[in-house]
């Protein structure tokens, strides 16, 4: 690590939440950026001696682990954009140096990490309007724009969301694998409207097996990025024209990229298929 | 034995000529190492000449500045591994760069190094050479069909197609310079050497001959000869970039170099027609404007001062070499090949030799400036596509020769059809 | 309008235009070819090559204290370092050192995270073998650093 | 918007080829100039092609996986390999995705540092590009006249942070190495002398009649079509979608610069070619801004050396050279990230290839791939 890092001291005792509220970086990216170097205190902060490393090592996580939602602020309506970090980091100010050293014992004062906070605007009314719980959430993250909704209305969101609110970009479509939740699997897609300048991640929940219908017909885009989340995930889409492995062999076993793909036991396998002989690795 | 060569080089003709079959074969032997050496010196120079347009330096390892190269490289193709694909078909396949060297090498029969310096003169030189040449593209289909695999197939399917298109302009440009030996002079011939000796009489090289229509021929046999032999940017048949390496994708060792050797001997025998057609052949420059024996004289030193020349860039690089253990035998080696262009320099200074030797070296140095046109194309220009080069040939090449053709008719025939309007007219 | 581009066309300015470059850059003095061995390149400062344990030059001991961070910041987690606490010195001293030069990819995590300025990627860059054997490195080899080999006859 | 049913039919067996009018070519992963082991399966009519498919994954190397079982810090340099001949890019996105996540921003100095040497590394991918495309489409010297002069850029890389192409040049939070001692003076000199050899490039290209055949009219997206296929890059710009991430959202300094985002108007190679050309310009302006307006200051950020950010997700993307590069992470509030997902740009735009190539003749296949400007690294990861 740097020597600028080694004096940082990311233990901050105070319990209230960050000074500056997070700043949703509304009307476009730009003002966004600058009203994050406004409040972010980073920037210049000087070096101070490297005493309390090992401190920081320990207080960071409790922090991180018991972080629980804070106070709501004020949702920007605006196009807001993945520009720049709005909120201010926890444990980033270097306020008091003499409570560094009681502050790793002491459970309750922890800083606040960013907390999604509802998004608020007509495009989420419209939707709730239409679909009501299916839509399960809607919120924004470090100024970021979520929706996370049923795996069974995920189709017509995202066919409304082109169509009607001019989302005509799918920037990508991922998934994520939970092993212990029930439903397994966080299907993310991201969208980007050039109209609005913004960004919304789509997001549903399904089961192992379970099957979601195909947006290539919605954005051609998806053709690939659907195969690929086939090819990592094992998830299925219904009406695909053409699923099948995209990165791996044909013959590959399993989904590499799900929590329980065991990596070692692949290797070892083909090794002695193939070459006869025990892995090395 | 000294006195029977002496006495058949006095009698200035050619073998073919004069039918003596042991001299003819001499002069066969004489063309096939000469154009052999010829190829080699070429590999050399144009991986060179490409090399430094690339800002490289080329081959520098074998040898002082890689002069041994190309021998090394032909050492390496004569013992590398002789593969025939599995599915081939065997006879074809073993065939085809045969057929493709044979019919480049077959060209030089008529190609005239100088007045005698031929192998034979035939009456119809031209047509032969141009009906000859024309024949390689059948070892080319041979080649890419009996590979059978996709790449060699579509680049001898291009080849052919693209030969047969070049061909006509090709011709076209070539029956108006033949045209242009008949017209004032009314005694029309074929001959490769008569052909020349008709630019002799007419005291002019048949480029600047009707200028600019000499000129256009020339311009669009040098076009269409690019696009015969493959080259640059006209080499679609072997294509690397987009048909990995053509018709011969599938030939390695041997077989691959006589495809090579087929390339380049086939490059120096259409400069070879394209110099003997328009750029005066065997002539030196100003041969009547700067003429008179003092001229003479000192043209004859040319090529002597040129072995002096190359000498002098030896020596220098002998002096400028790296002065460490590693690089003395390079030094001994650059300095003795350097000795050794001096003392041909100082042959080529005999009068005996020296007169013998004039023709030949201006045919040379007229076929080099083209071939190191070649080597410059090459290095510059992208790659025409297939349609494209097609369009180039049918649409712009051949109305181009037929104009020039019919143009250099009509202007041959001036003072016959003027004489003819005003007879009407009277 | 239209006269000027066809004459343009057909006078093949185009082309030789491109040619003109090419043209030009002949001299052998433009040529950017390095003779490799003999010629060698200028390696800067910063260069991350072949690992070399720094000691320290007054006493010759080795400036490494086993802190382990190296090893834990390698993502390849090449690096080895076993130590043991000399009771005379109270000193940890290395017990063995291994860096496995064939899987590293020169990050320069393990030199940033190296307290003591005793491991450092060096400017060395020619570390080809014939086998992978020689490319774990223990202590001694390490310690020795690169030794370019000289190529000569 | 409609369903695709021409998918190529490949698990019918070719018919002997006399007898068939079709024939399928397999063109890689050994080929020329599939730039590297893309494999692409041509149905062809003659030379015309009818269909295309790509097969890819020949360098997969699982890289999605790896981040998994790696710290944040980690997986850095593990990013450069994906487009390793723009890794500064993919180091600055990477970076930056995940001081999102710690709400961390980098000082300005080290911000500025950051769009100097990104800016850069796009000439030097885009240098590659025009050599590389330029010998697909059979000119030969541009190649070594580019390589000449991204030697320079190549050489600022390894004098700022000691390797040339895989570079790790950017930390979580910042830069750890300080400028060095020369460092504008040298991206001024740069700046200098790479425009007139850009000029140089443009003789031997720009009005080649043969250049201008080969790439005019060949490999035409239109707008809806590229936004449709997810397109994004030098290649949504040539055809004439004014978009740039760098304008769009700016990240970095980029709002204190003023460029110009190039665009095309038919979307067809030249267009890209042209634009491409531009972009080397406008960088090369960015750059000498950029080096003028360096501020003074730490260049990183207080970030804990164990860098465990809070439980959340956070997608971040960049105007990488070849499109948009993205970063989608997902943090579990361990050292290790849980999820790490890449938007890779070349992965999105080479799926454009079948629409551009077909109808078109085998050599434009050739020209379109290079077009595309893929790195099979961040294709396959």
Known sequence: MPEETKGTDPV???????????????????????????????????????????????????????????????????????????????????????????????????????????????????????????????????????????????????????????????????????????????????????????????????????????????????????????DMFGIEFDGHPDLKRILLPDGWKGYPLRKDYPILQQDQEWVHINLGIESGQ | MIEYIKGYLSTGTTPGEAGNLFWATVYILLVIVGVSVAVLCMNWLERKILAHMQIRLGPMRVGPHGLLQPFADALKLLIKEDIIPHDADKLVFWSAPVVVTMTAFTTFLVVPFGRTHAVTDMNIGVLFMLGVSSLGVLGIIMAGWSSNSHYPLMGSLRSSAQMVSYEIAMGLAIVSAVLMTSLQTGTGTLSMIGIVEAQASQHTWFIFKFFPLGFLAFAVFAIAMVAETNRAPFDLPEAESELVAGFHTEYSGFRWSLFFLAEYSAMLAVSSIAVTLWLGGWMRPFPTWLGGSTWNMAFSFLPALTFFVLAAMCFLGTIRMPKIPQFRIQTIGLGTFGALLGFVGLVLLVPAVSVRVQDIYWFVVKVAFFMYLYIWYRGTFPRYRFDQLMKVGWKVLLPTGLGVLIATALWGLMPQLSAAITGVLQ | MKLAPLVRKILLVDLIKGLKVTFHYQPPSEAITEQYPLERPVIFERFRGQPRLNSNPDTGESLCIVCNLCALACPEQLIVVKGERNPATKRKEVVSWTYDVSRCMFCGLCEEACSTDALELTQDYEMALYSREGMVLDQAALERGPEPVKYAK | MSERTDYLDLDTKDETFLDA???????????????????????????????????????????????????????????????????????????????????????????????????????????????????????????????????????????????????????????????????????????????????????????????????????????????????????????????????????????????????????????????????????????????????????????????????????????????????????????????????????????????????LLVADVVAVIGTLDIVLGEVDR
Request: proline residues 8%; neutral net charge.
């Open chain 1, 12 to 230: 901050s005792p105070e319990p209230s939440s960050p000074a500056g509220a997070p700043v949703a970086s509304g009307e476009g990216a730009g003002s966004g950026a600058k009203a994050s170097a406004e409040t972010s205190p980073s920037s210049a902060a000087p070096t101070v001696p490297p005493t309390s490393v090992p401190a920081a090592k320990a207080e960071v996580p409790s922090a991180a682990k018991t972080a629980e939602p804070a106070a709501a602020a004020p949702a920007a309506d605006k196009p807001a954009t993945p520009a720049k970090p709005a909120v201010p980091a926890t444990g980033e100010k270097p306020t008091a140096p003499a409570a560094a050293k009681p502050a790793a014992a002491k459970p309750v004062p922890k800083p606040e990490g960013p907390k999604p906070e509802p998004w608020e605007a007509e495009l989420v009314t419209r939707l709730r309007s239409q679909y009501g719980s299916g839509v399960k959430e809607a919120s924004t993250y470090l100024g970021q724009k979520y929706l996370v909704v049923d795996s069974s209305i995920v189709y017509e969101i995202l066919l409304r969301m082109r169509q009607d609110e001019m989302f005509d970009y799918c920037v990508d479509i991922t998934a994520v694998h939970y092993p212990k939740r029930e439903a397994q699997f966080d299907i993310v897609y991201i969208l980007y409207s050039f109209h609005h300048n913004q960004r919304v991640r789509v997001k549903t929940q399904i089961k192992d097996g379970e099957r979601l219908r195909t947006v290539v017909g919605i954005w051609e885009t998806a053709n690939w990025l659907e195969r690929e989340v086939f």
């Open chain 4, 21 to 359: 009018t079709e024939l399928v070519l397999n063109m890689g992963p050994q080929h020329p100039s599939t730039h590297g082991v893309l494999r692409v399966i041509l149905k062809l009519d003659g030379e015309k092609v009818l269909g295309t498919e790509c097969v890819i994954g020949y360098l997969h190397r699982g890289v999605e996986k790896i981040a998994e079982n790696r710290t944040y810090a980690m997986f850095n340099p593990y990013v450069d390999r994906m487009d390793y001949v723009a890794a500064v890019s993919n180091g600055l996105g990477y970076c930056e995705a995940v001081e999102k996540l710690l709400s961390v921003e980098a000082p300005p100095r080290a911000q500025y540092i950051r769009v100097i040497l990104t800016e850069l590394c796009r000439i030097a991918s885009h240098q590659v590009w025009l050599g590389t495309h330029a010998l697909d489409i059979g000119a030969i010297t541009p190649l070594f006249y580019c390589f000449r002069d991204r030697e320079e850029v190549l050489k600022i890389f390894e004098k700022y942070c000691g390797a040339r192409l895989t570079t790790h040049a950017f930390r979580i939070g910042g830069c750890i190495y300080e400028a060095y001692e020369g460092f504008e003076q040298d991206c001024k000199k740069f700046c200098d002398a790479f425009l007139p050899k850009l000029d140089e490039y443009e003789e031997l290209l720009t009005t080649n009649r043969i250049w201008v055949e080969r790439t005019k009219g060949v490999g035409i997206l239109n707008p809806e079509d590229c936004i449709a296929l997810g397109v994004t890059g030098p290649v949504l710009r040539a055809s004439g979608v004014k978009w740039d991430l760098r304008k769009a959202q700016p990240y970095e300094s980029y709002k204190d610069f003023d460029f110009m985002i190039p665009t095309g108007l038919h979307g067809d190679t030249y267009d890209r070619y042209l634009v491409r050309i531009e972009e080397m310009r406008q960088a090369a302006r960015i750059i000498r801004q950029a080096v003028d307006g360096l501020p003074q200051g730490p260049i990183m950020a207080m970030v804990p050396k164990v860098i465990k950010p809070p439980v959340g997700e956070v997608y971040h993307s960049i105007e990488a050279p070849k499109g948009e590069l993205g970063y989608f992470i997902v943090s579990d509030a361990s050292t290790q990230p849980y999820r790490i997902r890449v938007r890779p740009p070349s992965f999105v735009n080479l799926q454009a290839l079948d629409k551009m190539v077909r109808g």
